[in-house]
């Protein structure tokens, strides 16, 4: 048996499972995916010393690498049904294997989601998830905002900053919001769903990812940033690696809604025009040279 086929195997194919939505066990050269409702699929590539530490655990890479794909299918108002993992490692080892497929399997179990194929290769090391979610009730896009919707975040900004700080600190402890990001649940994304307008997942920073949902819906957005929705300070709002949940909805869904989310907070509202304006809780216009995370910058 080669490399390949004995890593596969070994630790990635004991953390597959057949199920009604994907029928065909892995093994064959495409999964199979049996739905009567549309399916939402979205992939991220995660790549060492670019999207995480050279030196984090391996079982943190599987877990980290899944969930902030997951976040793209939950910030269209579905959940992580089943997805692809396409590994690229330079030199696999059964010890590392063994704490990445741990990763993989705590995600499973926690987020009742499916690993349904993928591929090995040689090569830097390179993390890509394709994850599908059936749609709910409605697709939660970007450019769906309405003028006087309120804008919220599912929680506080600055918490993939501290865990991000936390591990380079040598502290691994959980939660940490970096290492092990922690996802909204289904029956939180579910009951949110129909009482949402548009909505992105902030990872890239609040307020690059707000721009962008505020531009795909031709609209602009007034926010105030208060000591009240940061973990530690101003540079929380452009930090980025967060994962929780950035979305609008009509004001007159405010009871309901902090009802499904205790700890989301109402940062501004959407209004006439483009851009951005920002302020303190004073009322003082806040300017920033950037908004968030640029992947190509070097």
Known sequence: MNKEDYFLEKFIKP?????E???LEVGDDCAVISSSKDVLVSTDSSIENRHFPKDLNPYF???????????????MGSYPAGYLLSISHPDPTD??????????????????????????????????????????????KRNAAEVN???????????GREGYKSFLDGDTS???????PKLMTKKDVLHLNPLTNS??????????????????SQKGAEISITNEILKTDLEDVVAGDDYILLFTANKSNREEIVKILPKSKIVGEIIEGTGLKIKNSLGKELNFDEFGWDSFKS
Not at 61 to 73: E, F, N
Not at 101 to 117: E, M
């Open 95 to 140: 010890a590392w294997f063994k704490d990445f497929a741990h990763g993989i399997r705590d995600f499973n179990n926690l987020h009742k989601t499916k690993l349904v194929g993928g591929d090995l290769t040689k090569g830097s090391l390179n993390i890509c998830v394709t994850v599908f979610g059936e749609v709910q009730k409605k697709i939660l």
């Open 199 to 216: 909505a992105i997942d902030i990872s890239d920073g609040f307020l690059l990812d707000l721009d962008r949902l505020c531009a795909a």
């Open 15 to 19: 953390c597959t499972e057949i199920c």
């Open 21 to 23: 939505l994907f029928p």
């Open 174 to 180: 959980i939660p940490n919001q970096y290492i092990q």
């Open 61 to 75: 890479i599987a877990y980290r690498s899944v969930a902030i794909a997951a976040s793209d299918v939950i910030a």
């Open 149 to 159: 919707d309120d804008i919220y975040i599912s929680n506080i900004l600055g918490l």
